[in-house]
């Protein structure tokens, strides 16, 4: 945990320092209809109610090692808030018996994962947008799972400098740069970035990848720490409809 870097911000800042990363599993059929009923009708104004004011977004996958399925990000600023916001819904006794009823049908779901990811001292804000895009963009989920913890620290020292100043170059710009504290993959880098298309993606990373700068960065970083990301996971969502950041 402690190799996985600080939290964004000092201590006192109101900031986003923890994300829970929720993936629900589906089948083909009603269960996609169920998950966006659950998040526009259930989950959403449960948050409200309870005053969580941490960044939220839903995402529906696009192209994903399980298909279909639906994720959820929520931002919170701190362990403690996670746990603050979870009680508060548990002992609301109007939104437990509104998730019983949605509950009661056939099952919504396969199976469902959760991750606790703490965002990198160098990550955004993830700020909630006064005005909605008209149409959903693409988000981009990577995960980078290093050999070491020591090669994680390296990895996340290669973000922080030149590696978004690059990233910005070209058209990438990512919401979220965290790694996972409770959950599988670890020691990992984990981050998402939002394209106003595919094709925009395409462009940004074609650009990247034969950016003479970053060239450079890379051979000096394996030449220095090794292969820093022994495995790379990436899936394509599109924000849903109801997502407050889409």
Known sequence: MLAAGRPAGAAGETRTGFFVLETFYLQQGAQVARMDDYFSRLALP?????????????????????????????????LEDIWSVHTRIQQDPELVKSFEQWDSGD???DQQSSIVLRAADYSPEIITPAELPKTSRIFELRVYHSPTWRQLQALHERFAGPEIQ???????Y???YSSTIFGPNMPNLTYLIPFESLAAREKAWDAFAADPEWIKVRKESVEKHGQLSAVIQISLFRSAPYSPIR
Do not use: D, E, T, W
């Open 46 to 78: 449960a948050l409200q109610k309870v005053h969580h004011n941490g960044p939220v977004i839903f995402l529906q996958s696009l192209i994903a090692p399980h298909m279909p399925q639906v994720v959820a990000l929520y931002g919170f600023q701190s």
């Open 107 to 109: 099952p919504a779901f």
């Open 166 to 172: 690059i990233f910005h170059r070209v058209g990438i």
């Open 174 to 176: 990512p919401l979220l």
